[in-house]
T-cell receptor, first 112, second 112 residues
């Protein structure tokens, strides 16, 4: 069974530029999460989808971050314009019916 | 609001030792608790999932216990090996359909 796929693995941009990350969850997983992980900390939820609907986006900085999951499968997270403090690893995860969480390898963003 | 803490922040042990990692959470009304391993520059790998009705789960040299009344979980690693060196994170889920709240992790070093 294929795991959670994410791309790109690494991205370096300058502040005020835009960036997009893509995620394809495990087949059949209805729930998809985007987390932000800053070095030395645990992941922090940005947004949670159930199929193509948003369940929780209370911690998403909506003035610069956006995410969509149009067909209820893969998802895109966008940052525009990026700030220095957005440098982090962006992790995508999906969960099974048992509630177990599975993560992708992450996308490491460096904002200069 | 659920808060998750992990003590110690870092731990160094000689190879072959048995060790215990701790996870504490403030709200005992949880749906499940999951332990993860994270290697540097990688995503999170699921180790064990404990449902709220369970007291423990075992996988190989790993044993995780859950005591909801005291808001604690422990991850026991038997006969530690250098390959066990990684950061170990726990995460709790309040209800089915809600997101996981993560602890900051314990960075484990097993010395040969």
């Amino acid at each position: 069974e294929a795991g959670v796929a994410q791309s790109p693995r690494y991205k370096i941009i300058e502040k005020r530029q835009s960036v997009a990350f893509w995620c394809n969850p495990i087949s059949g997983h209805a729930t998809l999460y985007w987390y932000q992980q800053i070095l030395g900390q645990g992941p922090k939820l940005l947004i949670q989808f159930q199929n193509n609907g948003v369940v929780d986006d209370s911690q998403l900085p909506k003035d610069r971050f956006s995410a969509e999951r149009l067909k209820g499968v893969d998802s895109t997270l966008k940052i525009q314009p990026a700030k220095l403090e957005d440098s982090a690893v962006y992790l995508c995860a999906s969960s099974s019916l048992t509630g177990e969480l599975f993560f992708g390898e992450g996308s490491r963003l460096t904002v200069l | 609001k659920q808060e998750v803490t992990q003590i110690p922040a870092a731990l160094s042990v000689p190879e072959g030792e048995n060790l215990v990692l701790n996870c504490s959470f403030t709200d005992s009304a949880i749906y499940n608790l999951q332990w993860f391993r994270q290697d540097p520059g990688k995503g999170l790998t699921s180790l064990l999932l404990i449902q709220s009705s369970q007291r423990e789960q075992t996988s190989g040299r790993l044993n995780a216990s859950l005591d909801k009344s005291s808001g604690r979980s422990t991850l026991y690693i038997a006969a530690s090996q250098p390959g066990d060196s990684a950061t170990y994170l726990c995460a709790v889920k309040a209800n089915y359909g809600q997101n996981f709240v993560f602890g900051p992790g314990t960075r484990l070093s097993v010395l040969p």
